[in-house]
């Protein structure tokens, strides 16, 4: 692929970073991107119409389905909130395709176990169809990522309508479901398929729908269930042993078993907060309906991760993506609505200076339904203090950033074999309080190589509320110093500051901000040089945007002296 369309973008881009690099001054709230910047405008393309005996890619469903109103007047499309989704893009995603070769060129006698692995939930309706036929599950040089690979569309499509809406509800949440896991019926012909969704069906409705699809509206309770979305995000990865064979499995993704030691367990599901209801009911199909509906969930599915949505928005021409701009932005907004009001909290505690040592406790609470950060293990949120002396100059820095993305005086940034262990006290500017997971290989190296990775040297993502780290299973338990922190807790933790200011004078003010990163650095470092068509084009893409963090939250106090 050419490069100048990602070098006549930077330009553009550079303005769209979510925090001004690194400096004292950096504490102003994010802009949305719509504010300040002239981005790329397209339209929405046409999505996939294509059918096939198990599955119909989302042109086949999404026409009805659109031009949805709630009672407030608000379009609630299914369609438009889907497209500019991760979920929808998991298999245009280049950091996902990067990641795929670069995992196939470090194990090229593996290659075929790996692309069969990656596809399962990044181009699930491609990889179901071939596995139930024997047929080869390829994603590189020629398989589905190729254009003209029979089933491309079905790939492309990611993890589509008719994949989420006809998973049986036989087996979910048992073990056997999780890794991609779930069961989807391979007998019934097209014409007779099921579509499950949350509400009885009218009859009538529901005919038109198979007139047209295939599929027959049915209710199916799984779909209002955890345990529908564990299948894909509890993912245990296999891991290869020091004779180059496969040695076992690795939990590198389990947001819903942290869900379920937690107490949200029990009062919300992953769709109560990643499906938010709409405003009172809605007529669900735009042609042919029933009467209106309520609960409306809304197909938001917001998670973290902006920086990836940014490079799908600005490089929507060479990634081919269906969502339009607008689609894009409103889903960047809803990404940083989401981080900077349902996710985490901060305040600054005793405050106070003796003699020449600055001393206060930050508190961190946590308000996710999972670990935060969750998910995938290059995701991180540290703690960046800055304490301002009484002429307004910077007296002490931990955790800043630098405009390459990388952390000042964090050790795994600068140096891919250490890393910052979880503190409790902190005393001088190059200890920084990261919460991130840390990987490491069966001869006990720090690594990102998902199939290298066999256990976690550090963990201390923050944890959800009523998680109890002493009775955690192993597989989403604490690691590393956190596990005897007694203040490392449910929902939160408390970092003491113990800062010699000698030589300064107050009064001071202390600035306290949790920041998120949703590719870590040290994890698209150890990408770069790497020599694929895949992989150049992530870097190209990564290096045209800034890789700034999300300022999550912020609070700031006065100390006198
Ligand atoms: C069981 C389902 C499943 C399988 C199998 C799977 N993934 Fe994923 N992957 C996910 C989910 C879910 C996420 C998103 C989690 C999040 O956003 O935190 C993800 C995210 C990622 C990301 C981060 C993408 C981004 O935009 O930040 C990469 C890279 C990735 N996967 C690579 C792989 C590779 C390589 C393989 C094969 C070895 C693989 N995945 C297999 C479910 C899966
Ligand atoms: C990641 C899985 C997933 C994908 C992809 C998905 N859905 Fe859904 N959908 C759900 C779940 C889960 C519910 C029910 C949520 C609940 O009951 O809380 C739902 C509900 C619905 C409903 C009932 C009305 C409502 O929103 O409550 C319709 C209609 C629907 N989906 C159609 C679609 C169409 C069309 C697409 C593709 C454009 C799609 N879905 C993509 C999981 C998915
Ligand atoms: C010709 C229009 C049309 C097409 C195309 C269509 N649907 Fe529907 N869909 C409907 C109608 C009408 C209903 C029933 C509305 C009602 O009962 O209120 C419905 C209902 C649903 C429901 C809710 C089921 C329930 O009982 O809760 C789901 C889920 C759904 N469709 C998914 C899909 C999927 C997946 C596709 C593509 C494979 C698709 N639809 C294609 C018109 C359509
Ligand atoms: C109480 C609300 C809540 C519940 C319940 C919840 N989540 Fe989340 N989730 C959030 C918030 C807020 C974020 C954004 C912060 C973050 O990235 O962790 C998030 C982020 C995520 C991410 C993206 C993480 C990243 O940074 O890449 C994934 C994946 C995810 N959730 C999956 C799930 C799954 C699966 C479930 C059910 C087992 C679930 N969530 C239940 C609130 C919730
Ligand atoms: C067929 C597998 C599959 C199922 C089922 C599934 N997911 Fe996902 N999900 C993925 C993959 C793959 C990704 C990551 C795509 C990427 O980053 O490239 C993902 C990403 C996400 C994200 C992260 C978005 C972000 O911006 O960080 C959220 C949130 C999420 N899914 C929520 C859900 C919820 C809620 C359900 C259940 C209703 C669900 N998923 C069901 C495969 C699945």
Known sequence: MSTRPFRLILLILLLLSVVPACGPAQRTAPDTPAESTPLPAY???????????LFSTSGACASC???????????????ANWRSAIMANASRDPYWQATVRSEVLDHPELRSVIEDKCATCHTPMARFSAAASDGESDLLDGGFLDVDHPDHAFAIDGVSCALCHQVEKEGLGEPESFSGGFSIDTERPRGWRLAYGPFPPAQGPGEVMRGSSGYRPVEGSQTGQSELCASCHTLYTPYVGEDGEVAGTFPEQVPYLEWQHSDHQGTSDCQDCHMPPADGAVRIASSGGGPPRSPFAQHRFIGGNVHVLKMLWAFGQEFDVTASSEHFEQKIEQTLEQLQTNTAEL????ASVTG???RFDVDVASKTGHKFPTGFPA???WLHVVVEDAAGDVVFESGAVNADGSIVGNDNDADPAAYEPHY???????????????LEDVSGEVTTA????QGYRKDNRLLPSGFDKTTAGADFAVYGAATADDDFRAAGDTVSYRIDLSGSSGPFTVTVELLYQSIGYRWAENLRG?????????????DALDNLPVVVAESSVSVEP
């Open 347 to 350: 305040s600054v505690r005793e």
């Open 356 to 358: 020449s040592q600055l």
């Open 530 to 542: 790497q020599d694929a068509a895949e992989i150049d084009r992530f870097i190209d893409a990564y």
């Open 424 to 438: 409790r006290q902190i005393t001088s500017a190059d200890q920084v309080q990261i919460y991130e997971p840390i």
């Open 379 to 381: 995701r991180r949120a």
């Open 450 to 453: 998902l199939l290298r990775a």
């Open 43 to 53: 339209r929405a393309h046409w999505l996939p119409r294509e059918h096939g005996p």
């Open 65 to 79: 389905h659109a031009g949805l109103v709630d009672e407030a007047g608000n379009d609630v499309s299914i369609d």
